[in-house]
């Protein structure tokens, strides 16, 4: 049911220059106007995080290279909403003290309910312990820290253009992933692409900065307590 996303994942050393990022940006432009390529690389993820923070608001949309996709909407202070998943899509409402998900027949028996008709249209509120599994989603800046701030970046790439605007890549040698870094206006993040992403698989994107999130958690009728759901019985061993 989960996604990994974690800028410390393993990986080969980082290649010179992003895959995804080759064009350079109008030969004018050789500097960053918001003076970030002349910062140490941890300062630069530093600010970053505070810009990302201080808009209150983002989405994270994207595919990791292991094929699990993620969009997810968040609001600091409310929660967040949005899909998560691999072979099967997961619908979760994230709001303070309490995870609702939502699926297909998979997510129920992944977390041993008794599915039949029970969960049919239903939310599952799902228990303390299955939330954990959920955390990373519960809000903005706990996203942001796992997600982006999880590992030290040592370099910087010189300014290129990512989704049609300046950016500065923070590199990881670690792990091989570029964290674009907005190389005009707010430092805001742009893009995380993991190492051997290609045709769109490995792309994280952060965009939708500021803007108005609905975190509205389903109807009561329409939300199962996983803790009163009976556990599923095993089928007897012939």
Not at 37 to 52: H, I, N, R
Not at 81 to 105: C, F, I, K, N, R
Not at 128 to 138: D, G, L, R, V, Y
Request: net charge negative; charged share 15%; with cysteine.
């Amino acid at each position: 049911m989960t996604i990994a996303l974690t800028a410390c994942s393993s990986g080969p050393e980082h290649p010179a220059v992003s895959p995804l990022a080759q064009i350079s940006v109008d030969e004018g432009l050789t500097e960053a106007p918001n003076g970030i390529d002349e910062m140490a690389p941890a300062d630069v993820l530093q600010q970053s995080l505070a810009a990302m923070r201080a808009t209150g608001s983002y989405r994270v949309t994207g595919t990791t290279v292991s094929g699990n996709t993620i969009d997810i909407a968040f609001k600091d202070g409310v929660g967040s909403v949005g899909t998560v998943g691999s072979e099967t899509t997961v619908q979760l409402v994230s709001t303070p003290g309490a995870v609702y998900v939502t699926g297909d027949e998979s997510l129920a028996a992944s977390v041993g309910a008794d599915v039949g008709t029970t969960l049919a249209g239903k939310w599952l509120l799902i228990s303390p312990e299955a939330a954990a599994s959920f955390a990373i989603f519960s809000d903005g800046s706990t996203f942001a820290t796992a997600v982006l701030g999880a590992d030290d970046p040592e370099g910087l790439t010189a300014v290129r253009e990512v989704d049609g605007q300046p950016a500065v890549g923070l590199l990881f040698p670690e792990t091989g992933g570029t964290l674009w870094v907005a190389a005009a206006g707010e430092p805001l993040p742009l893009r995380l692409e993991e190492t051997g992403a290609s045709a769109g698989a490995g792309v994280i994107t952060f965009s939708d900065y500021g803007t108005e999130v609905a975190v509205t958690p389903p109807a009561e009728d329409a939300v199962v307590d996983i803790t009163k759901i009976p556990a599923a019985t095993p089928a007897p061993t012939p």
